[in-house]
T-cell receptor
Framework: QQQVKQSPQSLIVQKGGISIINCAYE??????FPWYQQFPGKGPALLIA?????SEKKEGRFTISFNKSAKQFSLHIMDSQPGDSATYFC???????????FGSGTRLQVQP | DAGVTQSPTHLIKTRGQQVTLRCSPK?????VSWYQQALGQGPQFIFQ???????QRGNFPDRFSGHQFPNYSSELNVNALLLGDSALYLC?????????????FGPGTRLTVL
C-alpha cells in the first residue's frame, strides 16, 4: 500500500513541447503530493506540490493535475526547454508519518 | 540563508567497515529525514529525527542508526557495510511544528563500498 507507480521511465520531448509524467498511488492516507527535479550528482529539488483538496495547481510552466477518485496525479511541463532535461520524481506522504514515498523516476530529455 | 548541507561529498569504504554521514538542516528547520538512493532509483526513506528522537523508520536493518543533536543537525551511521549499501545518501529537512510536509534535500553523500 506504500507504493507510488510512475510512468514513463523515460521521455523525449522537442523544445517548446509539453512533457507529461504520470503517477498512481494506493495508500488513501496520502495527503501531500510533491514533485522533485534532480540533476546528475545533485539532490532532489522541490518543484511543486499539491494536496487532495484541489484538482490542479500551476506554478509558472509547471502544473500538477490531481484525480483523487482515480488515485492518480500528473506533472505537466509546458514549453519544455533543454534546461528542463533532468530526472523527475513524484512522491507522496501522509501528515501523520511525514515520510516521503517516491516513484521510480522519469528521465526527461528535451531536444533543441 | 543556508540550505541543507551534507558532509562528506564522497566516501569510499570497504565491506565490514562503519561509516558516519553528517547533515545540517536548513535554517529554522527542526526535523531531519534520511533517504538512500541507489543508482537509477527513487530515494528510499530510512528514518526521521525530531526532538533528538527517531520518530519514523523505513524498512532498513538495525545496521542503520542515527542521531540528532540539540542544534538539529544529524548523523547517519551504518555498521558492517555491505556492497549493496553503495548509494547516494540524502538528508532532508523540514519544519514539523509548522504542520508543513515540505522537505528540502541536501546534495547528498555518495558512498561507495568496495
Amino acid at each position: 500500500q506504500q507504493q507510488v507507480k510512475q510512468s514513463p521511465q523515460s521521455l523525449i520531448v522537442q523544445k517548446g513541447g509539453i512533457s507529461i509524467i504520470n503517477c498512481a498511488y494506493e495508500n488513501t492516507a496520502f495527503d501531500y503530493f510533491p514533485w522533485y527535479q534532480q540533476f546528475p550528482g545533485k539532490g532532489p529539488a522541490l518543484l511543486i506540490a499539491i494536496r487532495p483538496d484541489v484538482s490542479e495547481k500551476k506554478e509558472g510552466r509547471f502544473t500538477i493535475s490531481f484525480n483523487k477518485s482515480a488515485k492518480q496525479f500528473s506533472l505537466h511541463i509546458m514549453d519544455s526547454q533543454p534546461g528542463d532535461s533532468a530526472t523527475y520524481f513524484c512522491a507522496a506522504s501522509d501528515t501523520g508519518r511525514r515520510a516521503l514515498t517516491f516513484g521510480s523516476g522519469t528521465r526527461l530529455q528535451v531536444q533543441p | 540563508d543556508a540550505g541543507v548541507t551534507q558532509s562528506p561529498t564522497h566516501l569510499i569504504k570497504t565491506r565490514g567497515q562503519q561509516v558516519t554521514l553528517r547533515c545540517s538542516p536548513k535554517s529554522g528547520h527542526d526535523t531531519v529525514s534520511w533517504y538512500q538512493q541507489a543508482l537509477g532509483q527513487g530515494p528510499q526513506f530510512i528514518f526521521q529525527y525530531y526532538e533528538e528522537e527517531e520518530r519514523q523508520r523505513g524498512n532498513f536493518p538495525d545496521r542503520f542508526s542515527g542521531h540528532q543533536f540539540p542544534n538539529y543537525s544529524s548523523e547517519l551511521n551504518v555498521n558492517a557495510l555491505l556492497l549493496g549499501d553503495s548509494a547516494l545518501y540524502l538528508c532532508a529537512s523540514s519544519l514539523r511544528t509548522s504542520g508543513s510536509s515540505t522537505q528540502y534535500f541536501g546534495p547528498g553523500t555518495r558512498l561507495t563500498v568496495l
